[in-house]
């Protein structure tokens, strides 16, 4: 969703602080930061180290179990669909900078930048999107540690919140998630963050790049007897490839963790400070000639937040106990700079709470086990926004919405596995949602209103494994998205909202139920000295009631179901992984999404609107996708401790064509395709590791998102295609140290 008042730019319309001054913490100073940083590199020197009793990491490092709380025991295979893994190697082979450009790395995944700024990127993954923009169809859910991270006012993720550097794996089960939690339809994410373990372990790195960017990165961790804790600190700031588009990201990250015969406890925290400054999309002629210009600058977002989980297990019995309990809070601030009038000002507060308890283990049936799992979760969600115009010129702020919201979510859910005859297993599971969503409007007490939602979401599969590590499986899964808060509130055609938003009690919409039927195969196997893994998945996706945000004219729009969409496809995958951080893969993604009914939609091109018709594809969703790459060794160590190793990466991606948003009908000229390439170098001697990268290799000029709107530096005002660039060739070098 844009900001139409003569800016190509996103609007935030994010949750209000109670009080209206975002309190400075530690993370926003950065010698306090810096402090962190020091004190997680100083820890007591190690002791004798006692042997685990149990394993620490109770979820196999390829296989997703798809279980609703991280760390319990995987104690069935999953749920016949296709899911995908990213571990540390993974993530330090590219030197990804958020969530978005590591899931980059998965056949039938795209990101585009909306809002001009690499660290709040939007991710399209079998054709549904998951964005911090508000406005777009939000259709993938994010965990961290099993905690939802989507926001609760329009379920959008702020990527830059996210602990990436801390993160263990990063695991994604495709199709509707039963099991993980509601919203979830096309994908369900879940980020596992690292834990401390034997021997310690002490990093601290430090790089610099192109346009005045320089990060500073350390992390301790180790365990002692019982005990083990981790500690993560990240500062990084960047002037930026664009006019005004300086950024500044802080993170903490620490956990403590418990281990012994009776209880695997952890206890975390991860907070960031940001502020980023956006530049938004530009006029076409003016992107090809000049794509460092800022349109209209000063638009920023400025987050603070805090999450707390509590994840622990033991065995009662035969039957394992895996409880959740969390606790998190948001406030940012959104400022927008605006071509003509006013300006305008989001600040927000989100405060939740809430956690889940499992109880899962086996029964035996015969000479067969049944393996079950069955639990409940709930949380409660205090939303506030207040919006005000900015006139500047020293006159003050003036409150124009003032809302908040109470909402309460309850579920509950269970699972079973059982292999039928040898090889085949048969799996089912289902959840059942119950959603409470109050809007109440602080300004007009009679635009207050309320909405409920149920659903029950199932899933059915089997899967057969033919031996040497190949398996089948086909399943069918059904889940559902409950409208949003701003969506609710902005949901009359007859009274399209004004951006910033006029949000009131409108006409309720219906929740976006996905129903999906999915037929693969995998295989891992070794292969070559090192270890091959391939996959093969054929999907559809039917999802009736989607919700759509339509931009009845340039200066505001509202949120509207359409019948039905679908989104269909193919995706292909190729590992191999051998010693010392040798690799090559392949992937490859066919995405097909399409209106699967006639509607008529307002659009920016054509006061008199647009017309969809069944087989018109959704906008910025490409329908080819591909990407390959390769690590070789240049220079080996010989396997002493002091030897040099010198370790060569190239990445490369092809995108294809896609339309443009506000041209659903495909009547204009689509988004060119491209292809860009990194190369990365890796030089380890003892304890010290120097690496280089370098993106978009060639220099590509590369165009990642379009949409439409006036522009009013051209004569009469016309609408025109308005494009987001991509960076040109950018060269980063880090250097760090183990100790």
């Not at 790049?209 to 990240?234: P, T």
């Not at 938004?280 to 977002?301: C, H, I, K, Q």
Request: glycine content about 10%; some cysteine.
């Amino acid at each position: 969703m844009r900001n139409a008042e003569w800016k190509c730019k996103v609007v935030r319309i994010l949750k209000l602080p109670l009080t209206f001054r975002i309190p400075h913490s530690a993370l926003r100073i950065p010698h306090l930061l810096a402090g962190a940083l020091l004190l997680a590199l100083v820890s007591p020197p190690a002791g004798a180290q006692q042997p685990d009793s149990i394993r620490i990491d109770t979820l196999a490092p390829v296989v997703v179990t798809g279980v609703r709380l991280p760390t319990v025991r995987e104690l069935a295979r999953g749920l016949a669909g296709r899911t995908a893994s990213l571990d540390t190697q993974d993530l330090d082979a590219r030197g990804v900078r958020s969530l978005a450009d590591a899931l980059e790395q998965l056949p039938g995944v795209t990101t585009s930048d909306e809002v001009g700024a690499t660290a709040q990127m939007d991710v399209s993954l079998r054709g549904f999107q998951v964005s911090p923009v508000i406005g777009v169809p939000q259709g993938v859910a994010v965990y961290v540690d099993g905690v939802r991270a989507n926001e609760p006012d329009a379920h959008e993720v702020n990527f830059d919140l996210l602990p990436l550097e801390d993160v263990e794996r990063v695991e994604v089960v495709y199709g509707p998630s039963v099991l993980l939690g509601r919203n979830a339809l096309g994908a369900a994410v879940n980020l596992v963050t690292r834990r401390g373990a034997s021997p310690a372990a002490r990093e601290i790195e430090a790089s610099a790049g192109s346009w005045g960017r320089y990060e500073l990165k350390a992390r301790a961790g180790a365990r002692h007897g019982a005990w083990d804790y981790y500690v993560g600190a990240r500062y990084e700031r960047e002037g930026g490839w664009r006019e005004d588009t300086r950024s500044r990201i802080g993170t903490l990250f620490a956990k403590l963790g418990l281990l012994n015969g009776t209880w695997d406890a952890t206890l975390s925290y991860s907070g960031a400070d940001n502020r980023i400054f956006q530049a938004g999309s530009l006029p076409e002629s003016v992107a090809a000639a000049t794509p460092r210009r800022n349109f209209t600058g000063g638009d920023y977002f400025a987050p603070q937040a805090h999450l707390v989980i509590l994840n622990a297990q033991r065995l009662v019995g035969r039957t394992q106990l895996a409880i959740n309990a969390f606790g998190r809070s948001l406030s940012s601030e959104q400022f927008n700079a605006n071509f003509v009038g006013a300006d305008s000002r989001q600040r927000n507060a989100t405060r939740i709470a809430g956690g889940a308890v499992q109880l899962s283990g086996k029964l035996p049936l015969g000479a067969r086990a049944l393996r079950w799992l069955a639990g409940a979760d709930a949380d409660y969600e205090h939303v506030a926004v207040h919006i005000f115009a900015a006139p500047g010129g020293g006159s003050p702020d003036s409150l124009t919405e003032s809302v908040r919201t109470n909402q309460v979510n309850g579920g509950a859910f269970a699972g079973a596995n059982l292999e039928v005859v040898p090889r085949l297993t048969a799996t089912a599971a289902a959840r059942y949602d119950w959603i409470r969503v109050p809007f109440e409007d602080l300004i007009d007490a009679t635009q207050s209103g309320l909405h409920i939602f149920r659903r029950l979401s199932p899933r059915a599969g089997l899967t057969w494994s033919g031996g040497r590590g190949h398996e089948v499986f086909a399943s069918v899964s059904r889940g559902f998205r409950a409208p949003a808060v701003v969506e609710l509130a902005c949901a009359d055609p007859r009274a399209a909202c004004p951006l910033p938003f006029a949000l009131g009690p409108d006409p309720a919409l219906k929740p976006v139920v996905a129903t999906t039927y999915e037929l693969g195969w995998r295989v891992r196997a070794p292969g070559g000295g090192g270890r091959v893994e391939a996959s093969a998945d054929v999907y559809r996706t039917d999802v009736r009631d989607d919700i759509f945000f339509i931009a009845s004219t340039v200066t505001g729009g509202y949120f509207q179901n359409i019948g039905a969409t679908r989104r269909s496809g193919v995706e292909l995958a190729l590992q191999w992984r051998g010693p010392v951080g040798l690799r090559a893969y392949a992937n490859y993604g066919y995405t097909r999404a399409t209106f699967e009914t006639t509607a008529t939609l307002a659009t920016t091109r054509d006061t008199a609107g647009e017309t969809v018709t069944p087989g018109d594809e959704l906008p910025m969703v490409p329908g080819h996708r591909a990407n390959a790459g390769v690590a070789v060794s240049i220079l080996r160590s010989h396997g002493t401790e002091a030897g040099v190793a010198l370790l060569a990466g190239v990445d490369a991606r092809y995108v294809g064509r896609q339309w443009l948003r506000g041209d659903e009908e495909n009547v204009t000229r689509r988004l060119s395709d491209y292809a860009l390439a990194d190369l990365s170098l890796t030089l380890t001697w003892r304890d010290f590791e120097l690496r280089g990268a370098v993106r978009n290799l060639f220099d590509r000029r590369a165009f990642s998102f379009g949409t439409f709107a006036e522009n009013p530096t051209a004569p009469g005002t016309p609408v025109q295609r308005w494009l987001t660039p991509g960076p040109p060739r950018h060269v980063q070098v880090s250097l760090s140290a183990d100790f």
